[in-house]
């Protein structure tokens, strides 16, 4: 802590100088107004005791100076008797306090050392605050997960945020690609336009292309007024084209115009209407089999794979488990004010369980766990059937022995391991908690090969 001593008394200057070094304070020291201004730069004091009358500058110029440079800093002012009224002024303005001399020492250091708690406490808040902000990413929640293999798309998807650039993410149902475009959105320049989106699977043709690209007055039965697409509405910001491996041909060719030439021709019009979107698309279907069938047009698909996301089943980062367990029940339903929690055996099967439906599975299931589970614990027999009962395969190989071996299990392990981390062999020796000079030898010991 230090604090800037301010007074036109040297005598007394000096006296409080050794006082608040005694108490281990670093003391800086300013003899008039002008010199406790260049001070409050230079020395950056977490505390300012001044003298109200001082010529140059009086303590109350001190003191909004000080709130200049920082709105947190306690000031604490002395004044006599005749000044009274401009204490309590200074009071209104932000001091911290203001004693009336004379006071006796006890007094003095009782308050700077309250001061010096508040400003700790401020000091520390701030830095709490700045390290959430930076965890948050300004405010934006970052998707949950900490498996390389998902970190690694979430860090191309905050890279790719930034530009203008037309993402294309694939993955199984469930594994979160509405999730990332959303976290793209929010990380871009078009952060406070709107996001909107469409499911190309779920509208008729006629219908999707209505709503993508708007329509005119009577160009159907029952188009009643003009109206436009949300390719239009969504202008200034990002638009989702959700499983576009369902859209049809027709509507493809329309689409890729759009992106090409970044405009739309409402359906019973000729006029084309000038659009102001990024585009992300998305698909659970493996689009190049697609342009194999000719389902899919390949010009599109290269418009729209300018960067391609690829999200990985849950099965494949099982690490991700219980960081997305324990996320899906702090936003579940409390009981009785204390937030549930997990029985060691619910995370094992959970974490055994090969997730068809990826996340969206285990937030359903915890969903569901949470309603039927009468304690704050949550046991095996609340997770749903298929979870509980699921074979677990992995550990245990079917051709091992009823009664495994130590190292028939760590085998399976380190192979389990090597598999999760796609084989990267420094990242799973790290995973083991083993030195990777110890992981060769075991791999050379039990036969595998990477
Ligand atoms: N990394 C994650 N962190 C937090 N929640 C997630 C994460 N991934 C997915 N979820 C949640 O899982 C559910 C499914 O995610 P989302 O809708 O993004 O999946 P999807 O890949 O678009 O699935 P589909 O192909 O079926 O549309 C959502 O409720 C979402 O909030
Ligand atoms: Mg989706």
New binding site residues.
């Given amino acids: 802590m230090k604090i800037l001593l301010v007074d036109d008394e040297t005598a007394i200057l000096n006296t409080l100088e050794i006082l608040f070094r005694g108490e281990g304070y670093d003391v800086a020291i300013a003899d008039s107004g002008p010199k406790a201004l260049a001070a409050l730069e230079d020395e950056k004091p977490d505390i300012v005791l001044t003298d109200i009358r001082m010529p140059g500058a009086t303590g109350l110029e001190v003191l909004a100076e000080a709130r200049a440079v920082d709105p947190e800093i306690p000031v604490i002012l002395m004044t006599a008797q005749a000044s009274l009224q401009s204490a309590v002024r200074a009071v209104n303005e932000g001091a911290y306090y203001y004693l009336q001399k004379p006071f006796a020492n006890d007094e003095l250091l009782a308050i700077c050392r309250r001061a010096s708690e508040a400003r700790q406490l401020k000091v520390e808040n701030r830095r709490l605050k700045k390290e959430i902000k930076r965890n948050a990413r300004a405010g934006v929640d970052r ?3 900490i498996a390389s293999r ?1 970190l690694s798309v979430l860090e191309l998807a905050e890279t790719v945020a930034a530009t203008e650039s037309t993402v294309l ?1 694939s ?12 976290y793209i959105h929010t990380l871009s320049e078009r952060a406070e336009g709107p996001f909107l989106s469409i ?1 190309c699977g779920a509208l008729p043709e006629s219908l999707l292309e209505s709503e993508l690209f708007g329509h005119t007055k009577g160009s159907f039965t029952g188009a009643v007024r003009d109206k436009d697409g949300l390719l239009v509405a969504a202008g200034g910001g990002t638009f989702f084209l ?2 576009i491996g369902e859209m049809s041909p027709s509507t493809q060719v329309k689409m890729l115009r759009a992106i090409q030439e970044r405009e739309v021709i409402p359906v019973g019009s000729t006029q084309a209407v000038p659009v102001d979107v990024r585009i992300i698309a ?1 698909t ?1 279907r493996d689009l190049e089999e697609e342009i194999g069938r000719g389902a899919f047009r390949s010009d599109l698909y290269y418009r729209l794979n300018v960067i391609q996301l690829h ?1 990985p089943p849950l099965r494949d980062r099982r690490e ?1 488990i219980p960081i ?1 367990a324990r ?2 029940l702090d936003h579940s339903a409390v009981n009785g004010g204390e937030p549930f929690v997990l029985a060691e055996t619910t995370i094992g099967m959970l974490m055994e369980y090969d997730w068809p439906g ?3 599975e ?2 359903n299931a915890l969903e569901r766990a949470v309603v039927v589970s009468t304690k704050r614990v949550i046991e095996p027999s609340a997770l749903p059937e298929r979870v509980r009962e699921a074979p677990s395969p992995r550990l245990v190989a079917s051709e091992a022995p009823v009664n495994p071996t130590m190292e028939v299990i760590e085998r399976a392990y380190i192979l389990w391991v090597l598999e999760s981390e796609g084989g990267n062999k420094t990242r799973a020796a790290e995973v083991l908690g083993i030195d990777p000079s110890t992981l060769y030898r075991k791999l050379n010991r039990y036969g595998i090969e990477v």
């Fill in positions: 998707p949950i997960g998902f993410i993955g199984e149902s469930g594994t979160g690609k509405e999730v990332v475009a959303r499911n959700d499983e998305a659970n999200l991700d997305l996320h899906f990826n996340v969206r285990l937030e």
